[in-house]
Structures are given as C-alpha cells and as structure tokens.
C-alpha cells in the first residue's frame, strides 16, 4: 500500500453471525467466523500500515459471538501496541463473557445498542442510541433519560440507516433531535452532563467506515460498507486483496465507495439515508 495513503482504522470482522434480527439493520449475515491465524495475520501485518493515532474496531454480525477472538485481539494490541485505540460495538448480550477481560483493558470503549445499568458501569461505555422511523421525539426524549439514569454517560446518536424515511418522518427527525438538544443541555445544567461522541468522528459514508477492513475470510476492503447486504454483489469493487499479501493491498479512492453506494440503493433508499444523516449533522453542529 502506498505511504500517502495509509489509513488509521482497522477494521475486524470476527464473524458475520449475529444473534439478533433487528428490522433496520441492513448488513447480510453468514455462519463465517473468522479462524485465528487469520486474525494473528492482520493484526501483525496490517496495524503497520496504520497511521497514528490509530483504531482496530472488533466487528461483525455480534463480536461477542466469538469471545475466545475478542480477548485475543485486545491481548495482542495491549502487548504490541498498546496506544492504539480499540473500539468493541456490541448487542451487549455477550458482555459477561468478557468482563473479567474488560475490567483489564479499560481502554477499551465498548459501544453498547441495548442498555443496562451493568453495562453502563463499564469503563468507556458509550450507548449506541438508535432513532428509528416515525418514533415520538417525547419516547425519544425519555429513552435517553433513562440511559442517562442508568449510568451511560457517553451516546452514540444514529438514526436508522438505508431504510426509507417518508418526509413527515424525517420532519418528525428533526423535532427529534431538537427534543434532544433541550435533555442534553437540561443534563449538563442539572451536573449530569452526557458526551456526545457523534462530534468527534467523520466518515465519507454514512454509519459505515472507510479504512481496512478485513471480512470473516481474510479478504481485505476499503470499507465495511461490503457488509451491507445490497452491497454484496458489488464487493469486488471495494477489494484490496488478501490479508495473508499485506504489502500488495491495492489503493482505491473514495469516489469508489461514493459509487457503489449509488449503485446498490435505490434512489429512495439512499435519499432518505443522506436526509438523515444531514440532521443528525445539523443537530451536531448545534451542539458544537
């Protein structure tokens, strides 16, 4: 891979198994999990290539499906290269698995999409604080109070994404994320104040990351945008290679992915998409 082009995120598919069917997620889903000397030969050729700060995300499907290559992963990284950062986004059902390991790694933020007052006392816990369709901004409101009560302190906010928003929905997102900026500033002025972690990160796509993206197979992508099941059939597009080739990964521009993203949505799908996420960015530069 070429030097002016080296990446900061790095990004594992430990499985593409999940145990959960949520109506809004738009990933495929497989019986693949990906074997160890496949994860040994990503993180030792890959994470070089990485440009500091750096991040390894531990994906899927639900990581926490494979626990036994979640502990692996970390304990590598806290030995070999323990400035980088490593995100673990989770349904949460499989936390206990590893919470003797997360109490040792604090470092860790573990991303959480369903809450509870034992996951919020993780360290770097942060809530995953899903905006479906046509939901009420005072059910929204409440929601995040609660989380708010049950310890998390730190919110991930994304609206559903890849699913079609009617324009009285996407209105009602708006009112929503007005709803939202009222509890937060409540919060901080009650001495409760809550991280909004939207503000600090970008992406040319949304809920998707552009990086190095190794699949349960070891084959290597420029973005996690391959897990989107309309996506799949346009994945050669995004390939760079082999895992087991590290320094023979392929470069490709951005306007690669931008394309096969207008490629595998319909118009009203990906148009819907982008209004949210315009509000989710309008409701971040309001907070800024």
């Given at each position: 891979m070429k030097k002016n082009r080296l990446e900061r995120l790095l990004v594992l598919v430990l499985t593409r198994r999940c145990n959960q069917r949520c109506g809004f997620c738009p990933q495929t889903f497989m019986d693949r999990d990906?074997?160890?000397?496949?994860?040994?030969?990503?993180?030792?050729?890959?994470?070089?290539?990485?440009?500091t700060p750096s991040r390894v995300k531990l994906f899927g499907g639900e990581p926490l499906?494979?626990?036994?290559?979640?502990?692996?992963a970390v304990e590598f990284l806290a030995a070999k290269s323990p400035r980088t950062a490593i995100e673990l986004p989770t349904n949460g059902r499989g936390l206990p698995a590893v919470a003797e390991l997360l109490a040792r790694r604090p470092k860790v933020e573990v991303f959480i999409s369903t809450p509870s007052a034992k996951s919020a006392r993780l360290p770097?816990?942060?809530?995953n604080f899903l905006l479906p369709p046509?939901?009420?901004?005072?059910?929204?409101?409440?929601?995040?109070?609660e989380a708010r009560r049950?310890?998390?302190?730190?919110?991930?906010?994304?609206?559903?994404?890849?699913?079609?928003?009617?324009?009285?929905?996407l209105e009602g997102l708006a009112l929503t994320f007005s709803a939202l900026r009222v509890v937060l500033s409540k919060m901080a002025a009650a001495g409760r104040a809550a991280e909004v972690v939207n503000l600090?990160?970008?992406?040319?796509?949304?809920?998707?990351?552009?990086?190095?993206?190794?699949?349960?197979?070891?084959?290597?992508?420029?973005?996690n945008l391959v897990l989107a099941d309309a996506v799949w059939p346009h994945r050669k597009r995004l390939s760079l290679g082999h895992v087991r080739r590290p320094r023979a990964l392929a470069v490709r521009a951005r306007s690669e992915t931008s394309q096969v993203l207008?490629?595998?949505?319909?118009?009203?799908?990906?148009?819907?998409?982008?209004?949210?996420?315009?509000?989710?960015?309008a409701f971040c530069r309001a907070l800024a």
């Open positions: 990906m074997d160890e000397s496949t994860l040994d030969a990503a993180l030792a050729g890959l994470l070089p290539l990485l440009r499906l494979r626990p036994d290559l979640v502990t692996r770097g816990a942060t809530h046509g939901e009420a901004a005072a059910k929204t409101a409440r929601r995040l109070i049950m310890g998390f302190s730190r919110f991930n906010f994304l609206p559903a994404y890849f699913v079609p928003w009617t324009p009285a929905q600090t990160r970008r992406g040319s796509t949304p809920l998707y990351n552009d990086g190095l993206v190794v699949d349960a197979d070891g084959e290597v992508y420029s973005s207008k490629d595998s949505f319909s118009d009203e799908i990906l148009a819907s998409s982008l209004a949210a996420d315009a509000a989710l960015t």
